[in-house]
């Protein structure tokens, strides 16, 4: 019987240990988790007590491959399709850290083609919103959301975003026009962050004007994406409380946007990328193959930027354009074998990009500006933490949204050091996070001073998480990708992140500040 006991107390606490060990492994990323997925989300939010056990769409950084990667799923996972469960690693944090704010950039959602290909036939697509059955995908806000836009005259607007329309409206869509699809895809983003950071109660119920913040350019489909996004996070948002602010710039660069060298470094960046993709001669042969069958011309066929349209016809089960057989031996349809050609060469440029560098210095003069924003407002948070005041009680953003291009968010990823990462999908997000350590105990303290670290007793840090499609990278970062993680410090300190956009990122460029980098003569 002693025995017995025995064998069960030692079953009990191997038990205890092995919990233990998972869970610190989990908390460092060491072995995969299945974070909470949209399905989830939903049930929560109706109560429900199921468990689904979601799979997570892809990573946000390419596995290593022995090969070439498939150049077809890649380009269904560039779709986004809101089909399947989601990654969602926002909000995960030590115990007892408090969550200070959140910055987001986000790109706009599934657009219609910015360029038709001569010849054939526009895709088919309705862009009107609908909630009935027989239209997907769709979303249980989305109707509400629908509802509420009908309100937007109450809210305060930038010109000219008050003479864009708040909801797509063709239902033969225009031109770069956000689809339902797209509509669907920043509704889940926002649900998905509004359950992420209702645990750590980010916003108060009673927020204030000075408290949110919305930006966009002026172009139909980013304001579209953001109110779609805003909603999902903050569902009947109060309409008096909001401004929506304008961003001329695709760079969201405000008023610092002067910068002779950044236009140097961006001509020499497309000068590479023509060099690229003039020595690809299965690409020419291919393009020549195309325009053959359109009976185009190839440069007619190459100034209309054919994967931009077929892009549109694989995301949305389209059938490739056909034409109608001629006389010249003309006509037939476009393949999939010839866009996997053209995707191809779009990865093989991505891999020559990082190996030249070009790019990486024209994205550091592009995105300080937005940075510097970034890491302002990060800092008068954690600041105002420090009084004891509390960041909530004061006027500054808790919450900034950022409604983007693909030439936005790539440059910023780029920037951050993150060049490995995969290019921004439809409705890709880019997510910046304060956190607030709590105070150090006496233990800690005398600890942290035995390895030399001097700390205040009581000191509570600023620390920061930068997230990519529900992933967290930030140890992926130029500015903490050599600090050393460990359990007694699972964050990044801010004022690594400080520290390299004001000065560190410049290294790339041989230069110490932005204006230096701008205006120094080439040599």
Same mark, same amino acid.
């Given at each position: 019987?002693?025995?017995?006991?025995?064998?069960?107390?030692?079953?009990?606490?191997?038990? $205890? $240990?092995?919990?233990?060990?998972?869970?610190?492994?989990?908390?460092?990323?060491?072995?995969?988790?299945?974070?909470?997925?949209?399905?989830?989300?939903?049930?929560?939010?109706?109560?429900?007590?199921?468990?689904?056990?979601?799979?997570?769409?892809?990573?946000?950084?390419?596995?290593?491959?022995?090969?070439?990667?498939?150049?077809?799923? &890649?380009?269904?996972?560039? =779709?986004?399709?809101?089909?399947?469960?989601?990654?969602?690693?926002?909000?995960?944090?030590?115990?007892?850290? +408090?969550?200070?704010?959140?910055?987001?950039?986000?790109?706009?959602?599934?657009?219609?083609?910015?360029?038709?290909?001569?010849?054939? +036939?526009?895709?088919?697509?309705? =862009?009107?919103?609908?909630?009935? !059955?027989?239209?997907?995908?769709?979303?249980?806000?989305?109707?509400?959301?629908?509802?509420?836009?009908?309100?937007?005259?109450?809210?305060?607007?930038?010109?000219?975003?008050?003479?864009?329309?708040?909801?797509?409206?063709?239902?033969?869509?225009?031109?770069?026009?956000?689809?339902?699809?797209?509509? $669907?895809?920043?509704?889940?983003?926002?649900?998905?962050?509004?359950?992420?950071?209702?645990?750590?109660?980010?916003?108060?119920?009673?927020?204030?004007?000075?408290? $949110?913040?919305?930006?966009?350019?002026?172009?139909?489909?980013?304001?579209?994406?953001?109110?779609?996004?805003?909603?999902?996070?903050?569902?009947?948002?109060?309409?008096?409380?909001?401004?929506?602010?304008?961003?001329?710039?695709?760079?969201?660069?405000?008023?610092? =946007?002067?910068?002779?060298?950044?236009?140097?470094?961006? &001509?020499?960046?497309?000068?590479?990328?023509?060099?690229?993709?003039?020595?690809?001669?299965?690409?020419?042969?291919?393009?020549?193959?195309?325009?053959?069958?359109?009976?185009?011309?190839?440069?007619?066929?190459?100034?209309?930027?054919?994967?931009?349209?077929?892009?549109?016809?694989?995301?949305?089960?389209?059938?490739?354009?056909?034409?109608?057989?001629?006389?010249?031996?003309?006509?037939? =349809?476009?393949?999939?074998?010839?866009?996997?050609?053209?995707?191809?060469?779009?990865?093989?440029?991505?891999?020559?990009?990082?190996?030249?560098?070009?790019?990486?210095?024209?994205?550091?003069?592009?995105?300080?500006?937005?940075?510097?924003?970034?890491?302002?407002?990060?800092?008068?948070?954690?600041?105002?933490?420090? !009084?004891?005041?509390?960041?909530?009680?004061?006027?500054?953003?808790?919450?900034?949204?950022?409604?983007?291009?693909?030439?936005?968010?790539?440059?910023?990823?780029?920037?951050?050091?993150?060049?490995?990462?995969?290019?921004?999908?439809?409705?890709?997000?880019?997510?910046?996070?304060?956190?607030?350590?709590?105070?150090?105990?006496?233990?800690?303290?005398?600890?942290?001073?035995?390895?030399?670290?001097?700390?205040?007793?009581?000191?509570?840090?600023?620390?920061?998480?930068?997230?990519?499609?529900?992933?967290?990278?930030?140890?992926?970062?130029?500015?903490?990708?050599?600090?050393?993680?460990?359990?007694?410090?699972?964050?990044?300190?801010?004022?690594?992140?400080?520290?390299?956009?004001?000065?560190?990122?410049?290294?790339?460029?041989?230069?110490?500040?932005?204006?230096?980098?701008?205006?120094?003569?080439?040599?």
């Amino acid at each position: 019987m002693l025995a017995r006991n025995r064998f069960v107390f030692l079953v009990a606490v191997g038990g $205890v $240990v092995l919990t233990i060990i998972s869970l610190s492994l989990q908390f460092l990323n060491l072995i995969p988790t299945t974070p909470m997925g949209e399905e989830q989300l939903l049930q929560a939010a109706d109560g429900g007590t199921g468990v689904f056990l979601g799979k997570s769409r892809k990573r946000v950084f390419p596995e290593p491959h022995t090969h070439k990667p498939n150049p077809i799923s &890649e380009a269904y996972s560039y =779709c986004n399709t809101p089909n399947r469960s989601e990654q969602a690693w926002e909000g995960h944090s030590p115990v007892d850290y +408090k969550l200070l704010s959140v910055q987001v950039m986000i790109r706009h959602g599934d657009r219609y083609p910015l360029y038709s290909i001569p010849k054939t +036939k526009r895709p088919t697509i309705d =862009c009107t919103l609908s909630t009935s !059955t027989t239209r997907k995908p769709s979303h249980p806000l989305l109707n509400s959301f629908i509802n509420h836009m009908g309100r937007g005259s109450k809210g305060l607007w930038e010109s000219p975003l008050g003479s864009v329309p708040r909801l797509p409206n063709h239902s033969a869509c225009e031109m770069g026009e956000l689809t339902q699809t797209g509509v $669907v895809q920043h509704l889940r983003n926002g649900q998905i962050l509004h359950h992420a950071y209702k645990r750590h109660s980010l916003l108060p119920s009673d927020w204030s004007p000075h408290q $949110v913040w919305l930006e966009t350019t002026s172009k139909s489909r980013t304001l579209q994406s953001g109110l779609a996004f805003l909603y999902g996070f903050l569902p009947d948002f109060d309409w008096t409380k909001l401004t929506v602010h304008h961003q001329w710039s695709t760079l969201f660069c405000g008023s610092a =946007c002067d910068c002779p060298a950044r236009s140097r470094y961006l &001509e020499e960046e497309q000068r590479r990328q023509y060099r690229l993709r003039v020595a690809d001669t299965k690409l020419e042969r291919t393009y020549a193959d195309m325009a053959r069958t359109l009976g185009l011309l190839t440069r007619q066929l190459r100034a209309a930027n054919p994967i931009d349209s077929l892009l549109c016809h694989l995301c949305h089960g389209l059938a490739f354009p056909c034409v109608p057989t001629g006389d010249s031996g003309t006509g037939g =349809c476009l393949t999939l074998a010839q866009f996997a050609v053209i995707r191809q060469q779009q990865l093989d440029d991505e891999v020559d990009r990082k190996r030249m560098g070009l790019y990486r210095k024209y994205a550091t003069l592009a995105m300080y500006p937005y940075l510097n924003q970034t890491a302002a407002k990060m800092e008068r948070v954690a600041k105002v933490s420090e !009084t004891g005041r509390g960041s909530r009680a004061g006027g500054e953003e808790i919450f900034s949204l950022s409604s983007a291009h693909d030439v936005t968010m790539a440059p910023l990823l780029s920037a951050l050091g993150l060049e490995d990462a995969r290019f921004p999908r439809f409705a890709a997000r880019i997510v910046f996070e304060l956190w607030k350590s709590p105070p150090m105990t006496q233990g800690q303290a005398r600890k942290r001073a035995g390895k030399g670290e001097r700390s205040k007793l009581q000191e509570a840090e600023p620390f920061i998480r930068v997230l990519y499609n529900g992933e967290d990278v930030t140890f992926h970062t130029a500015f903490c990708r050599t600090l050393d993680r460990h359990v007694s410090q699972p964050l990044c300190p801010l004022k690594n992140f400080l520290t390299f956009v004001r000065k560190d990122m410049f290294r790339v460029v041989n230069a110490t500040s932005y204006k230096e980098a701008c205006y120094r003569r080439p040599g």
